[in-house]
């Protein structure tokens, strides 16, 4: 899957417009184009709590891998083991580069 990830690392970077939700809704359907087995969620982090804001709601996993982006949005990976762990890792990176610019445009008063 490297060369889905390079891709996919390439369409983040083009996006025009990274303006909170919809950029989320866009990150969330290229994993699922390269991964349909994954099952991800999206959280808005306030301090210490992560309220969701779009994802696989059916079947929550009790202990999902939280990955903390910045410091307004997280990642929940329910089945985190359904990638080879290079995969993940490499995923991760990538999305923690594509979201360390804080705040996302159109979301500094949400």
Sequence with gaps: MQESLEEFKSILDRYPEKDGEEY????DNQILRIYPQIRIRWARIYGS???????NFAD???????????????LLIDNAHS????DLQQLI??????FEDEPLPGTRNS
């Design 24 to 27: 989320l809704r866009f990150c």
């Design 49 to 55: 709590r992560w309220a969701h804001l779009l994802g």
């Design 60 to 74: 929550l996993s009790l202990k999902p891998l939280r990955v903390k982006l910045n410091d307004k949005y997280g």
């Design 83 to 86: 990638l080879p762990p290079a």
């Design 93 to 98: 990176a990538i999305l923690k580069e594509c």
